[in-house]
């Protein structure tokens, strides 16, 4: 069976991480979460006390950086140099500090370069903000996820309350909004639908749901180049 790209893209809290996760065992393709990536390039900037303003500072940083994804006993660990930062890139220091770092054209190049060899035999669900627009844009499937901004709200609350978080509703409600501004309107690879995208809303429906969607458009596609 041919293995095909399949990129993912939308807001903050819009479900793509835990989709596109699910997704990819379900078709037993590799998950590639790229959001993650560039927070663990966060991370070491926060960790090395640089100036997250500080373009020229923050890619001398990071330029040697090694971002992998391991996967082991069913449970994807994201690597920065070898250790292991999958809890600590979710933190809220670099939740407020990601946009910035991720919007720089440098950083980009090198991440983009990294996602893009890791899709040269397909069988790869990515995630991000402009996969289908900027990193592959030749993806076989395209998805954009959206959400209202309430749910995505709930969301983000849940699942910080599950990591022993409290956090106030309507401050994460401004918090989403401004991501969504700054992600939409940033100069370098800005959030948008890529215009062959297919919108997934995800506002009423259950992650089985959406995970069915997607696996059903690939399953399609695969079936059309196979047969």
């Not at 041919?2 to 893209?9: E, G, N, S």
């Not at 663990?40 to 960790?47: D, G, P, S, V």
């Not at 983009?112 to 996969?131: F, H, K, N, P, S």
């Amino acid at each position: 069976m041919k293995q095909i790209v399949i990129a993912i893209d939308g807001p903050a809290a819009s479900g793509k991480s835990t989709t596109a996760k699910l997704t990819a065992e379900k078709l037993n393709y590799i998950h590639v979460d790229t959001g993650a990536m560039y927070r663990a390039l966060t991370l070491k900037i926060i960790k090395d006390n640089i100036d997250p303003e500080d373009e020229k500072s923050v890619y001398n940083a990071i330029r040697d950086c090694k971002i992998e994804f391991e996967r082991k006993n069913r449970v994807t660990k994201v690597l920065l140099n070898g250790k292991d930062v999958t809890e600590t890139i979710r933190n809220k220091e670099v939740t407020s500090a990601v946009s910035a770092i991720s919007s720089y054209k440098r950083v980009r190049d090198l991440m983009v370069a990294q996602q893009r060899r890791m899709c040269t035999d397909g069988g790869v669900v990515l995630e991000g903000r402009d996969i289908g627009t900027v990193v592959v844009p030749n993806a076989d499937l395209k998805i954009f996820m959206i959400a209202s901004i309430e749910e995505r709200a709930k969301r983000r609350q849940k699942e910080l309350a599950e990591k022993g978080t409290t956090a106030d509703f309507a401050d994460l409600i401004k918090d989403i909004n401004e991501r969504d501004a700054k992600d939409s309107n940033r100069t370098e690879s800005p959030l948008k639908k890529a215009d062959d995208g297919i919108i997934l809303d995800t506002s009423n429906l259950t992650i089985n749901q959406q995970v069915d969607f997607i696996v059903n458009k690939a399953l399609e596609i695969i079936k059309k180049i196979d047969s």
